[in-house]
């Protein structure tokens, strides 16, 4: 398939544990964006990346949050010390570049649980 | 922070039947954007529009922008089981600020369920 992937599909994890999340964008998207997703709202944006560099991260909740994308393909979302504020749906998008920037197509996300 | 309120929240009609959800903000924007998303996946993009007073058709589904680009709505006509999701609405600001203009800025969401 040529759609953005995500793994885990489903992450459980006490509190206190570290995690990380993958993405897997359209091949040859310059833009990949991270967003979060709790339950019963609106994706909310995260952090945003243009090839390796990382534009924006106006959006991460705390410094226990961090992204890279280090070869401007695949990009992880780490997050250290989860709380149970954590648990979200972690929805990855990504879309070329110009005005194709807007046009974000989405992964399946990784439905996070902390207990 | 601009912010967009979807409405109604819940919506569950009957097929065949006709229904309207609504974006609206007091902020501009320079396009919005209508997704849906269904259980266990990501949004997928239904539409941009981008000029005001903007009419956009695709099969049942019709997508005004407001003529101040500060609402939109969405007409879906002899709705389908099919219909069934999670219908947002995304604006792209109109204030350029750097790499952080790239933000879509989400609202909450309208649920449709359509019962057969």
């Known amino acids: 398939g040529a759609g953005v992937s995500q793994s885990p599909r489903y992450k459980v994890a006490k509190r206190g544990q570290d995690v990380a999340l993958r993405c897997d964008p359209i091949?040859?998207?310059?833009?990949l964006f991270w967003y979060q997703q709790a339950l019963g709202q609106g994706p909310e944006f995260l952090t945003y990346?243009?090839?390796?560099?990382?534009?924006?991260k106006s959006g991460l909740p705390s410094d226990r949050f961090f992204a890279e994308r280090p070869e401007g393909s695949v990009s992880t979302l780490k997050i250290q010390r989860t709380q149970q504020e954590d648990s979200a749906v972690y929805l990855c998008?990504?879309?070329?570049?110009?005005?194709?920037?807007?046009?974000?197509?989405f992964g399946p996300g990784t439905r996070l649980t902390v207990t | 922070t601009q912010l967009l309120e979807q409405s109604p929240q819940f919506l569950s009609i009957q097929e065949g039947e006709n229904l309207t959800v609504y974006c609206n903000s007091s902020?501009?924007?320079?396009?919005l954007q209508w997704y849906r998303q269904e259980p266990g996946e990501g949004p997928v993009l239904l539409v941009t529009?981008?000029?005001?007073?903007e009419v956009k058709k695709l099969k049942r589904l019709t997508f005004q922008f407001g003529d101040a680009r500060k609402d939109s709505s969405l007409h879906i006509t002899a709705a389908q089981p099919g219909d069934t999701g999670l219908y947002l609405c995304?604006?792209?600001?109109?204030?350029?600020?750097?790499?952080?203009?790239?933000?879509?800025?989400f609202g909450k969401g309208t649920k449709l369920s359509v019962i057969p």
């Open positions: 902020s501009v924007f320079s396009s």
């Open positions: 529009v981008v000029t005001g007073g």
């Open positions: 995304a604006g792209v600001s109109s204030v350029w600020s750097g790499a952080g203009s790239y933000q879509l800025t």
């Open positions: 998008a990504s879309s070329g570049q110009g005005r194709e920037i807007y046009e974000q197509y």
């Open positions: 091949s040859g998207h310059v833009s």
């Open positions: 990346f243009q090839n390796e560099a990382q534009l924006d």
